[in-house]
């Protein structure tokens, strides 16, 4: 199992408080590191999880409802602009935007090869198809979710 990804995680937790009295702090991975470690699992495990994938689809669709809804109408305007405000898609290349911030070089080389693999038409789209698996529309949902990939790869390349 490769540890690539995971002193960037560490460094980027945050702290939540569960208990004031007696104080209880304890650290979580960031969205964008949990992100960030669930590619790296995905490529690491030959099967893939089917819970690796499931978690991916949940953090990249919802991404924009974390707290993150004023981010893209405010300082990442122009994302939902290039993005026709499609929040979903504007969330997953914002998200890419984070997951670049926090990743030393390897790790963001490593992240990349993996979603160019798992968009490439020519490739099984392993990640992809697990995604989808189960929806009730499968062919729409594996689309949304390859463009929401597609989104987050750009975001993690750097488009702004």
């Given at each position: 199992?490769?540890?690539?990804?995971?002193?960037?995680?560490?460094?980027?937790t945050l702290?939540?408080?569960?208990?004031a009295?007696?104080?209880?702090?304890?650290?979580?991975?960031?969205?964008?590191?949990?992100?960030a470690?669930?590619?790296?699992?995905?490529?690491?495990?030959?099967?893939?999880k089917?819970r690796?994938?499931?978690?991916?689809?949940?953090?990249?669709?919802?991404?924009?409802?974390?707290?993150n809804?004023?981010?893209?109408?405010?300082?990442?305007?122009?994302?939902?602009e290039?993005?026709d405000?499609?929040?979903?898609?504007?969330?997953?290349?914002?998200?890419?935007?984070?997951?670049e911030?926090?990743?030393?070089q390897?790790?963001?080389?490593?992240?990349?090869?993996?979603?160019?693999?798992?968009?490439?038409?020519?490739?099984?789209?392993?990640?992809?198809?697990t995604?989808?698996?189960?929806?009730?529309?499968?062919?729409?949902?594996?689309?949304?979710?390859?463009?929401?990939?597609?989104?987050?790869?750009?975001?993690?390349?750097?488009?702004?």
């Amino acid at each position: 199992m490769s540890v690539i990804g995971f002193s960037e995680a560490y460094e980027n937790t945050l702290i939540v408080r569960l208990r004031a009295e007696p104080l209880l702090d304890v650290m979580v991975a960031s969205l964008p590191g949990l992100t960030a470690l669930k590619l790296i699992s995905w490529k690491d495990r030959s099967t893939g999880k089917d819970r690796d994938a499931s978690d991916l689809a949940h953090i990249i669709k919802n991404y924009y409802q974390a707290g993150n809804e004023d981010r893209l109408y405010k300082e990442n305007y122009n994302i939902m602009e290039e993005l026709d405000y499609r929040i979903e898609e504007a969330g997953a290349r914002l998200l890419g935007h984070d997951i670049e911030a926090i990743v030393k070089q390897e790790t963001k080389e490593l992240i990349l090869r993996i979603l160019d693999e798992e968009t490439d038409v020519s490739s099984a789209l392993r990640l992809l198809s697990t995604m989808a698996r189960g929806s009730l529309s499968y062919d729409e949902d594996f689309e949304k979710y390859k463009t929401l990939l597609i989104e987050l790869k750009k975001g993690i390349y750097g488009t702004p």
